[in-house]
DNA sequence: CGATCACGTGGTATCGATTACAGGGGCGTA
DNA sequence: TACGCCCCTGTAATCGATACCACGTGATCG
């Protein structure tokens, strides 16, 4: 398997093998100007024959545009942040952008490294979910005068556009469902206290007036397992689970099943994110669902907007709660 | 908010604030030769000094290697390509390399406008999961001399390392499974016949001597709903429905829950590919487990070595059965 | 009929890095 | 003291494209 030639084809064989300049190649393949017919169809003969391919490192050094914009994102295994990855890069591919995704893994230190490296690629523009509070990358993108948009997750003192859900209503009516269910005290399987949506989450859920166990996770199941093994253990019980994100609500259910806890007989539970198999398990979970498409499309169009110049307003959209089942029934009691 | 002056610190910047050459403070970024220490501490404090970070594209222009692998997967959304390319980026990083993840959306076009696209950036490797059997963009790969490895599915005449899960005998397991729980008359919620795993599950499964009713879907989850009302409509009705791909066994189990069916009393399931929340469900569900970790990080290793020069042989990992619950008991009756 | 204009085209500088080659200074050795 | 070698450094070519500027030619207008 001797490895062919590597074809080298380049803008100067196509101007020689069509015999004009490489100015006039250039101008041909990128509808400048107004070449001849007669030379523009033999620029594209050659083209064609040479399977010329422009060198996309070269055009961008040129033009300091690479029509790329940087996506990192904090779970690619999360499935709410994979649909966003998939919407966001739909949104720019019909734009005529390519996206490329990187996964920081919920940790502030590969953030930083990988804001680094789409920096040094020269992305036209920048999309963050950050992992955590932490805005030492932020100085970075801002030197650098890279337009930024924040997605899903606030930092600190960032000063660019934000695209969100906002559950504080839904969060609000679970209170009520939750309540209406005859629950009262109620264990929270949190988000990292130092993420934006960590803490907002349990904030906004906090106003609903229950009596509240509390206990940290890291978005991944896990830890969710963990969070629901530490708030059965403890002396009251709370009669029903919240877990502030899918993954975390996924590793809650699994400690349920280990336990042979029924829901939501023996404890409910209710969920951050709606997944699609949540309605297939009995009973069907009761969620906050947020619009991840229209976020993601959001995004992609805010990050364009700020890269053409534009100075596009936050975005905030709203997150519903579904209810299903997984919290009981109300009792008729008011 | 106007807009920062952007930063555009060259290597030329920092030359200069350090009163050295372009090409030594190149040297000491590079490791290279041996500066002195004292030209080195002073380009470094320099380059700290002037916040400078090089240009990716110039240098890979200049080096023609850019340190990035492409990854094009069929589906970004699909948990198992997603759990893929998290390990593909894992291992990647792991050696210095970066990826840029391309979602093909199980569309031939958009995988050939993708690779086109990643080889115009000069990627110094591919790992492609076929779309569809169609090799027209193999042609142009190999023209370019660029090291490919294809992941999970093959292509017809593709002369490159394949990395992938035998299914073979976790089929073949699987009908024995079936039989033994009393089942004849099997539905098959199969690929689509012009991919390779499409057709590889689906004749390794027809070996296994069940009476098969086979229903092609595109390894999506609307197809898997479906594919399983088309079977279950049929004159005689499948005592169980195998779906050849999660996604597309999300679909069914939501027609089967539509049409109130239960598992497996009334119909059994099972599924390739194992998720989490399969456990989770009621009765738990009988899957075949591929080793997605395993495969990406093969896959990644695979074509770091072509990259290197080396011949790296096939991987095949197997995939085995996980027999759970919604196939049914195993009758007494051999 | 001569001057001007416009248009198509080629030459060449440039983007920001790397690297081959050449030169200068210090040191060791004869 | 003089020669030579080696090490460090700078100069400049180069990667592959784009874009500014200038030039030649054919058309137009006075």
Same mark, same amino acid.
């Not at 403890?234 to 009669?239: E, L, Q, S, Y």
């Given at each position: 398997m001797i490895e062919g030639v590597r074809s080298v084809t380049t803008i100067k064989d196509v101007a020689q093998h069509a015999g004009v300049s490489t100015a006039t190649v250039s101008r041909v393949l990128n509808g400048h100007a107004a070449p001849t017919p007669e030379t523009r169809t033999r620029v594209l003969a050659a083209v064609e024959e040479l399977g010329y391919r422009p060198n996309a490192l070269a055009r961008s050094l040129r033009t300091t545009s690479t029509k790329t914009l940087g996506l990192v994102i904090s /779970?690619?295994?999360n499935p709410f942040f994979a649909e966003i990855a998939r919407a966001v890069e739909e949104e720019a591919r019909a734009h005529g952008y390519c996206v490329i995704v990187a996964n920081a893994d919920e940790s502030a230190d590969q953030l930083l490294t990988y804001v680094r490296t789409l920096l040094d690629r020269r992305v036209d523009g920048l999309l963050v979910c950050p992992a955590t509070d932490d805005p030492s990358w932020l100085a970075e993108v801002e030197q650098r005068g890279v337009p930024l948009v924040l997605l899903d997750r606030t930092v600190p003192d960032a000063s660019c556009p934000v695209v969100r859900a906002d559950g504080a209503q839904a969060l609000a009516d679970l209170a009520e469902a939750l309540k209406a269910a005859g629950h009262q005290r109620v264990g929270v399987i949190a988000g990292p206290p130092d993420t934006s949506t960590g803490r907002e989450r349990l904030e906004q859920f906090a106003r609903g007036g229950l009596d509240l166990r509390v206990v940290h996770g890291d978005f991944r199941r896990e830890s969710g397992a963990r969070a629901a093994a530490e708030l059965l253990d403890? %002396? /009251?019980? %709370?009669?029903a689970l919240v877990a502030m994100d899918n993954l975390m609500g996924l590793g809650a259910l699994e400690e349920l099943r280990r336990r042979g806890l029924t829901v939501p007989a023996d404890v409910g539970l209710a969920v951050y994110d709606d997944q699609p198999w949540f309605p297939l398990l009995d009973p069907p979970i009761t969620v906050i669902a947020q619009p991840t498409v229209e976020m993601g499309h959001a995004a992609a169009r805010s990050l364009l907007a700020l890269v053409a110049g534009e100075q596009p307003a936050d975005v905030q959209l709203t997150a519903r709660l579904v209810v299903r089942g997984s919290c009981g029934e109300a009792t008729g009691a008011a």
């Open positions: /779970d690619l295994v403890a %002396p /009251d019980r %709370p009669t």
